[in-house]
C-alpha cells in the first residue's frame, strides 16, 4: 500500500525542499506520514471547496502548490479560515502536501511549464540561484523568444493560452519578440527582466505603479492572474505521481478555480 511518504518523497525529489525560499512553508502540513493512500487530488489550493471535492472522491492526500499554512497559528479551531481548512482536513483523515516556491523555481515547474505553454522558445533561467544535483540550473524568472507580434495579439494570444476570464497589459510601444514569465506574483523582478534586455514580462499581482512606470521604461507588462499563470503545473504534478506511483488514483480538482470575477 502507498503512504503518503511515498507521495512527498515523489513529489521532494522533483522539487527538493532545499530550493524554496526561506520564508517559505512546504512540506506535508496535515496528516500522518504513515498514512495509506490510493486516490490523490490535485489543485493549486488548499481551499475548502478543495477539500470537500477531496472528500467526495475518497482521497486520502490532497496535493497543492500553496500552502495551507504560512505562519504557525495561535489556534486551531473554526473561527479562523486556516483553522477550518484544517479542521476539515483533520476529521476526514486527509493529509495535505504541498510544494511552493521549490516548484516556482525547479527545473520543470511553474515556471518552465508557464513558458512552454506560452509557447517559448530558447528557454533559460534569469539569474539562476543555483544548480540541481543533475547539474541543472534553477531560479524563479524564465526568459526566451516568440514569434514577433505587437503587444495586444500577443496579449489575446496569453488570454486563451492561459484560459483567462480576462487580463491587464500595459503596452511600452514595443513588439513582443523576447519574453520573460514569472507565475504569480513577480512584479519584484521588472528591474532583473529589463536588464536581460527582454520587451515583455507575463504575470501577475502587478501593482498600478508598475503599469504607470512600464511605458517609461520600456517594458512590455502582461498581468494574467494568479491562479491562470500557475494552475498549469497541475498538470505536472500529477504526472509525476501516475509516473511514480503507477497504483494510486491521481486526480486534477474539477471544483476549484479562480474566485476573481469580472464585470
Same mark, same amino acid.
Given at each position: 500500500m502507498t503512504t503518503v511518504r511515498e507521495i512527498y518523497n515523489a513529489l521532494f525529489a522533483f522539487a527538493p525542499a532545499y530550493m524554496k525560499y526561506d520564508w517559505d512553508n512546504v512540506g506535508l502540513l496535515c496528516g500522518h506520514f504513515d498514512a495509506p493512500v490510493t486516490t490523490v487530488l490535485v489543485a493549486l489550493d488548499p481551499m475548502p471547496?478543495?477539500?470537500?471535492?477531496?472528500?467526495?472522491v475518497g482521497a486520502q492526500c490532497i496535493v497543492t502548490h500553496h500552502p495551507l499554512i504560512f505562519d504557525a497559528p495561535r489556534a486551531i479551531n473554526d473561527e479562523s479560515y486556516t483553522g477550518r481548512c484544517i479542521l476539515l482536513l483533520a476529521?476526514?483523515?486527509?493529509?495535505?502536501?504541498?510544494?511552493?516556491?521549490?516548484?516556482?523555481?525547479c527545473p520543470g515547474g511553474v515556471n518552465d511549464t508557464l513558458a512552454e505553454t506560452l509557447g517559448l522558445t530558447d528557454v533559460s533561467v534569469?539569474?539562476?540561484? +543555483?544548480?540541481?544535483?543533475? $547539474?541543472?540550473p534553477y531560479g524563479l524568472i524564465r526568459t526566451g523568444s516568440v514569434r514577433e507580434r505587437c503587444l495586444p495579439e500577443f496579449a489575446a494570444f496569453v488570454k486563451e493560452a492561459l484560459g483567462c476570464p480576462g487580463l491587464r497589459f500595459a503596452d511600452a510601444g514595443k513588439p513582443v519578440q523576447r519574453v520573460a514569465v514569472g507565475g504569480g506574483s513577480c512584479g +519584484?523582478?521588472?528591474?532583473?527582466?529589463?536588464?536581460? $534586455?527582454?520587451?515583455?514580462?507575463?504575470?501577475?499581482?502587478?501593482?498600478?505603479?508598475?503599469?504607470?512606470?512600464?511605458?517609461?521604461? $520600456?517594458?512590455?507588462? =502582461?498581468?494574467?492572474?494568479?491562479?491562470?499563470?500557475?494552475?498549469?503545473?497541475?498538470?505536472?504534478?500529477?504526472? =509525476?505521481?501516475?509516473?511514480?506511483?503507477p497504483d494510486?488514483?491521481?486526480?486534477?480538482?474539477?471544483?476549484h478555480k479562480d474566485e476573481t470575477q469580472f464585470l
Open positions: 471547496d478543495v477539500i470537500e471535492e477531496a472528500k467526495s476529521e476526514a483523515h486527509i493529509a495535505a502536501i504541498n510544494l511552493h516556491t521549490n516548484l516556482d523555481v534569469l539569474n539562476p540561484v +543555483g544548480k540541481d544535483a543533475q $547539474g541543472r +519584484g523582478a521588472i528591474d532583473e527582466v529589463l536588464a536581460a $534586455g527582454c520587451d515583455t514580462l507575463v504575470t501577475a499581482d502587478l501593482k498600478y505603479n508598475h503599469f504607470g512606470e512600464a511605458r517609461y521604461r $520600456g517594458l512590455n507588462l =502582461i498581468d494574467a492572474g494568479h491562479f491562470e499563470t500557475e494552475n498549469p503545473v497541475c498538470a505536472v504534478l500529477a504526472r =509525476i505521481l501516475c509516473e511514480a506511483l494510486v488514483r491521481v486526480l486534477r480538482s474539477n471544483v
